[in-house]
């Protein structure tokens, strides 16, 4: 019962390096989303994916890009990364449409950029 | 105002109490909303759903007030398992909001 799995599950970066968050699941879902989650901030939209090849931007997309290279696989890129994308980044898929129904998310990846 | 608020506590409450958790939105046009629940260090998992003026689920009860245009989540006879935070989330314009979350801590 593997579900939504994400790598690394830990990050220290230092400015300007880059990295890819991976993420994978395995329950057949159509809709992935890559999330960020700040103190006080609650849980924000970076981008989504309603299907294989297609993806688009949330409420902060700047500073990453992402990849929807099939159903069950949709990564996440810091070019360049800054302190200001120090947070811990959630994946996220569901079955029903585009932000319907339950979303599972994966244990998370905290990234720390210095 | 922001689109969705919630009190970030922490609620500290005893083993056994009611504790009630509200959560206010700025968009009358949502027809549906989640409580999620997130233990701490941990992933939001989805706690419960409601798609007309609320649902009750076991000792969890949840309420949409639309003329105050806000949602409630009650915790009857609190346990120490219930100690998490929970996040409120609405769909608004084609996406899903997640309030910043309150925390409950139960102690016995």
């Known amino acids: 019962n593997a579900g939504v799995t994400q790598t690394p599950k830990f990050q220290v970066l230092k400015t300007g390096q880059s990295m890819t968050l991976q993420c994978a699941q395995d329950?057949?879902?159509?809709?992935m989303y890559w999330y960020r989650q700040d103190p006080g901030m609650g849980l924000r939209l970076i981008y989504y994916?309603?299907?294989?090849?297609?993806?688009d931007k949330g409420e902060v997309p700047n500073g990453y890009n992402v990849s929807r290279l099939n159903k069950r696989e949709f990564s996440l890129r810091l070019e360049s990364a800054a302190p200001s994308q120090t947070s811990v980044y959630f994946c996220?898929?569901?079955?029903?449409?585009?932000?319907?129904?339950?979303?599972?998310f994966g244990e998370g990846s905290r990234l720390t950029v210095l | 105002r922001k689109e969705v608020e919630q009190d970030p506590g922490p609620f500290n409450v005893p083993e056994g109490a009611t504790v009630a958790f509200n959560c206010t939105y700025s968009n009358s046009a949502s027809q549906s909303f989640f409580w999620y629940r997130q233990d701490c260090r941990k992933e939001p998992k989805l706690l419960m759903s409601?798609?007309?003026s609320g649902n009750e689920d076991g000792r969890f009860t949840a309420q949409l007030n639309r003329a105050s245009q806000y949602i409630s989540l009650l915790i009857r006879d609190s346990k120490l398992s219930d100690s998490a935070t929970y996040l409120c989330v609405f769909p608004l314009g084609g996406k899903l909001i997640f309030g910043q979350g309150t925390e409950l801590s139960v102690k016995p």
């Open positions: 329950m057949n879902h159509n809709s």
């Open positions: 996220a898929s569901s079955e029903a449409r585009l932000f319907g129904g339950e979303l599972f």
């Open positions: 409601v798609y007309s």
């Open positions: 994916s309603a299907s294989e090849g297609t993806t």
